[in-house]
């Protein structure tokens, strides 16, 4: 019979401190992989994701046409669907799968369906008396644009006087908050990507917004994943709201709207 020595046996205090720790981590991790693989929606928008960066477009463009067809609505296959696979690019990125400018790419296919879309089956958009006018806006050097796309789509739909740009500078953007009148404005930052280090340059831009506003009442909504996911980066850039899904906006703004003429204005002239 061989001999154990003493060194090399395995002590219960190593099978207490060690393995049983390692057991319990891999026992509690299986239920959430089993929950990821038993969602089909979020496992579709993956599927989505990666056709999206592949080089034949055709496999996303057929996911996407047969999306709708399940879908209750293009508005619906806009908010649900693409909305997820946008975060899912840049889950992508994270993951060193794909590079910032396949993601970029792959928004726009997005862009591009969402536009087809909507031309081919969308109604005519609600009918106001007195449409509320938003100025819908990806802050300045911001390549994506999907947010501002699709929430442009969205308020179009709904009724509202929309206003979409791209201004490539913060006095470009601040000359068009000056020479006209809006209710409201809609800044966004990345579907993607987090950009939390973006968050002081967001902040300045409202400051200026308001500053430069012909409206003292002017509300400002801010969206992009980073507000979707940190709950203090609202307060943060001194929006007074901020989306966590697309289908929030009309509701933010609205919102927004009545906290803001229920109080005085601020009044911006010492800054």
């Given at each position: 019979?061989?001999?154990?020595?003493?060194e090399s046996a395995?002590?219960?205090?190593?099978i207490v401190s060690?393995?049983?720790?390692?057991l319990l981590v891999k026992h509690a991790a299986a239920p959430a992989r089993l929950r990821a693989a038993k969602d089909p929606a979020d496992a579709r928008a993956d599927e989505l994701a990666r056709l999206l960066i592949a080089p034949n477009l055709d496999d996303a463009f057929d996911l996407i046409d047969h999306s709708l067809t399940r879908a209750a609505s293009p508005t619906a296959l806009f908010t649900g669907l693409f909305e997820s696979t946008a975060r899912k690019l840049?889950?992508?990125?994270?993951?060193?799968?794909?590079?910032?400018?396949?993601?970029?790419?792959?928004?726009?296919?997005?862009?591009?369906a969402m536009r087809r879309i909507s031309?081919?089956?969308?109604?005519?958009?609600?009918?106001?008396?007195?449409?509320?006018?938003?100025?819908?806006?990806t802050q300045p050097g911001e390549p994506h644009s999907f947010c501002?796309?699709?929430h442009s789509e969205l308020l179009h739909q709904a009724g509202w006087n929309t206003v979409g740009e791209f201004p490539d500078s913060e006095k470009a953007l601040t000359d068009l908050v000056a020479n006209g009148w809006f209710d409201a404005v809609n800044l966004s930052l990345s579907p993607s990507l987090r950009r939390e280090h973006?968050?002081?340059?967001?902040?300045?831009?409202?400051?200026?917004?308001?500053?430069?506003?012909?409206?003292?009442?002017l509300a400002v909504v801010a969206s992009g994943r980073v507000f979707a996911e940190r709950a203090d980066a609202c307060a943060l850039v001194g929006a007074d709201a901020a989306t966590v899904s697309s289908v929030q906006i009309e509701r933010c703004l609205m919102r927004s709207l009545l906290n803001r003429t229920a109080r005085p204005a601020a009044n911006f002239a010492w800054i």
């Amino acid at each position: 019979m061989r001999a154990v020595h003493p060194e090399s046996a395995v002590h219960p205090e190593s099978i207490v401190s060690t393995v049983i720790p390692h057991l319990l981590v891999k026992h509690a991790a299986a239920p959430a992989r089993l929950r990821a693989a038993k969602d089909p929606a979020d496992a579709r928008a993956d599927e989505l994701a990666r056709l999206l960066i592949a080089p034949n477009l055709d496999d996303a463009f057929d996911l996407i046409d047969h999306s709708l067809t399940r879908a209750a609505s293009p508005t619906a296959l806009f908010t649900g669907l693409f909305e997820s696979t946008a975060r899912k690019l840049g889950d992508l990125w994270s993951e060193d799968a794909c590079s910032e400018f396949e993601v970029a790419i792959g928004l726009c296919h997005l862009q591009t369906a969402m536009r087809r879309i909507s031309f081919d089956l969308l109604s005519a958009p609600l009918t106001r008396s007195q449409p509320r006018t938003v100025l819908v806006i990806t802050q300045p050097g911001e390549p994506h644009s999907f947010c501002a796309a699709l929430h442009s789509e969205l308020l179009h739909q709904a009724g509202w006087n929309t206003v979409g740009e791209f201004p490539d500078s913060e006095k470009a953007l601040t000359d068009l908050v000056a020479n006209g009148w809006f209710d409201a404005v809609n800044l966004s930052l990345s579907p993607s990507l987090r950009r939390e280090h973006w968050l002081p340059r967001v902040a300045e831009t409202i400051r200026k917004i308001r500053k430069a506003s012909r409206n003292p009442a002017l509300a400002v909504v801010a969206s992009g994943r980073v507000f979707a996911e940190r709950a203090d980066a609202c307060a943060l850039v001194g929006a007074d709201a901020a989306t966590v899904s697309s289908v929030q906006i009309e509701r933010c703004l609205m919102r927004s709207l009545l906290n803001r003429t229920a109080r005085p204005a601020a009044n911006f002239a010492w800054i």
